[in-house]
Each structure stands twice: as structure tokens, then as C-alpha cells.
């Protein structure tokens, strides 16, 4: 959750906002974009149904439906043209691929913040460390028209 909570903090995640969390596991980013901090809108993708069912679940227990959607598909074939924010916990070969997508989709000012791996052929706007339980990450922050 702390890594979840600061790749948000990082991408700015406000009101205006609607997030989309590419391979987004049991929802938290989702939730924790609406919750903690406000976005209008939030939809997690997400190719295993196991982990669809728990996140849909959980977004239905807190009461988010309507804010908070959690899609089962492939990240490279679901539409993100809407998308204020992107996160993402991809492999580098995953991440090669959607890049293109990315590029062609999403708005000037989007920002998009990669755990980990860095996106190829992108200027990051901003690289954080941090540590959490003995193991350091990094969040890379990228914006649309700036760094891609």
C-alpha cells in the first residue's frame, strides 16, 4: 500500500483526475486514487479473472461502484484515451509494447508513472527512491508531451 499510495502522490492524483492502473492485481490503486485521494474516476485492468473477482469485490464493499470500474482485458487492448494518470508494475517487454499505444493515446499533460522499470525512449520527469519493508523501489514520473 505504501508504494500504491506514493506512485499516486508522485503522479499529482487530484479531483480532476481518472486513473487508470494497467495490470492493476487486487484494485488497491484504483481504490486508494478514489478514496484517499479524490479522483473522479478510476478503472483497473487486468487479464487475470481471480484478481478481477477480489478487486471487484472489494470496490463493491466500500461502496465505489460508478467511481471505481475494474476491467478484465489486456492492458494493450483496452482503450486509456481518458486516462489523466496511468500507473503500472510491467515487465520491460510489456512495457515496450504499450509504449506505442500510450504515445498514440493518451492527452498532452498525462502523466504516467512506471514502478520500477523505465520506459524506453522516454525522458523521465522525475525518478523517486523509496523503501518500503527493507526493499528500495523506484517510481519513474513521465508526462505526456514532455517526456514522450
Do not use: C
Not at 12 to 41: N, Q
Not at 60 to 84: F, N, Q, Y
Not at 136 to 142: C, D, G, Q, S, V
Amino acid at each position: 500500500m505504501h508504494v500504491a499510495r506514493k506512485m499516486l502522490e508522485l503522479a499529482g492524483v487530484g479531483p480532476d483526475d481518472v486513473v487508470y492502473d494497467l495490470g492493476s492485481g487486487d484494485g488497491r490503486i484504483p481504490i486508494l486514487a478514489v478514496e484517499e485521494f479524490g479522483a473522479k474516476k478510476a478503472v483497473g485492468v487486468e487479464i487475470r479473472n481471480d484478481l478481477v473477482q477480489i478487486a471487484r469485490e472489494e470496490v463493491s464493499k466500500r461502496g465505489l461502484e460508478g467511481r471505481v470500474e475494474i476491467v478484465r482485458g489486456d492492458v494493450l487492448e483496452v482503450p486509456v484515451h481518458e486516462a489523466t494518470v496511468v500507473t503500472m508494475f510491467l515487465l520491460p517487454d510489456l512495457m515496450e509494447m504499450l509504449r506505442r499505444k500510450l504515445e498514440r493515446e493518451l492527452k498532452p499533460g498525462a502523466r504516467v508513472v512506471s514502478h520500477e522499470y523505465p520506459m524506453a525512449k522516454w525522458r523521465p520527469k522525475k525518478v523517486v527512491r523509496i523503501e518500503d519493508e527493507h526493499m528500495f523501489h523506484t517510481l519513474i514520473l513521465y508526462v505526456a508531451g514532455e517526456s514522450f
